[in-house]
């Protein structure tokens, strides 16, 4: 297992963003009203090292907003005031976020100067029916175009997408999974639609033009989005929006939030994975399942669900789950 990566989050709500998105509302997604400035960023870091003195360098992270979409004047702020922290070694790279069509190699080679390493593109979904509706103002040419050059300038690229988007469907997405898959990003981020409140979004629910979706259907979907990943080597990095209080007190009007989604969807790849395991023996009544020790707790599932759905599935007195040298993620019968 890699050991987790240090990160200085900054968060930027709608910086730069063009247009606005009918999920969106960065305010309530990230708990911040005003984007940052270079005192901002000053301030982050000087908060990081107090915690961590002698600790490993960490990675500077903007989040929430369009990047390079704003101003090169507003630009240079942020990332001058991080310069010299990274000529010190007290932060070991910076990653930006940002939108498919604000990506050009002139932009890139601005970044480059600063050190910037990693670049986080919202493709959010591969369907150009689906980007439509929601407002996102690119389609899925914009993305290819934008990973390919990504890519080919030696940045990191970390891809976002969403599932239960406006005319999304369960195919749609799981083909918006192959084709991000095929474009081999670093890492991926799967984030389910959420209603909040405040969005174009949350009024197409209340007048019924948006149906939602819920955590259940989600759960499902984004296992099966996880598998494809997996399978490609490509690592899931985030599963779900990050808990906030106002999310959590309600924001979160409907849709797929859960404060623990990430959790959920685990346990339920792992519980598939078991599941066909178990279909290929001969009859047995009493299994033990070997998992690491950090999977214990995911096979298990809530309130043992997972357990009792086994045993009731496949017929069985008995079903354990014991940790075994395993590999993270591998389900083995022992």
């Not at 339920?268 to 279909?279: C, E, F, P």
Request: aromatic residues 6%.
């Amino acid at each position: 297992m890699t050991p987790k990566k240090h990160i200085i989050p900054v968060f930027v709500p709608h910086l730069g963003c063009p247009n606005s998105c009918v999920f969106c509302n960065q305010r309530k997604i990230s708990g911040r009203l005003s984007p940052a400035c270079g005192d901002d960023v000053r301030r982050a870091i000087a908060n990081y090292t107090a915690v961590n003195p002698k600790g490993e360098a960490a990675e500077l992270a903007f989040y929430g907003g369009s990047f390079t979409a704003v101003s090169i004047h507003a630009q240079k702020e942020l990332l001058e005031a991080a310069a010299p922290y990274l000529e010190g070694g007290c932060i070991s790279s910076i990653r930006v976020s940002t939108r498919p069509d604000a990506i050009e190699r002139t932009v890139l080679d601005f970044l480059s100067e600063y050190g910037v390493k990693t670049i986080e593109l919202g493709a959010q979904s591969m369907d150009d029916e689906v980007l439509v509706l929601s407002k996102r103002g690119h389609l899925s040419d914009d993305t290819k175009a934008a990973a390919r050059l990504i890519k080919s300038m030696d940045f990191s690229l970390i891809m976002q997408m969403m599932t239960g988007l406006p005319g999304d469907t369960r195919d749609k997405s799981l083909n918006t999974a192959r084709l991000i898959a095929e474009l081999k990003p670093d890492g991926v981020r799967i984030y389910p639609t959420v209603i909040i409140k405040e969005t174009e979004l949350f009024e197409m629910w209340k007048c019924g033009t948006y149906s939602e979706h819920t955590v259940e259907a989600a759960v499902s979907l984004c296992a099966d989005i996880y598998t494809i990943f997996e399978d490609a080597h490509i690592p899931v990095i985030r599963l779900g929006l990050n808990p906030t209080d106002d999310l959590s007190g309600g924001d979160a009007a409907g849709g797929a939030y859960h404060p623990a989604f990430g959790e959920l969807v685990y346990s339920h790849v792992l519980l598939d994975k078991a599941s066909n395991l178990i279909s290929q023996l001969s009859l047995r009544d009493s299994i033990i399942l070997g998992v690491s020790p950090s999977c214990v707790s995911k096979m298990t599932g809530q309130k043992r669900c997972n357990i009792d759905l086994l045993k009731e599935r496949f017929s069985l007195r008995e079903l354990k789950i014991k940790i075994t040298d395993v590999p993270e993620g591998t389900v083995t019968i022992l």
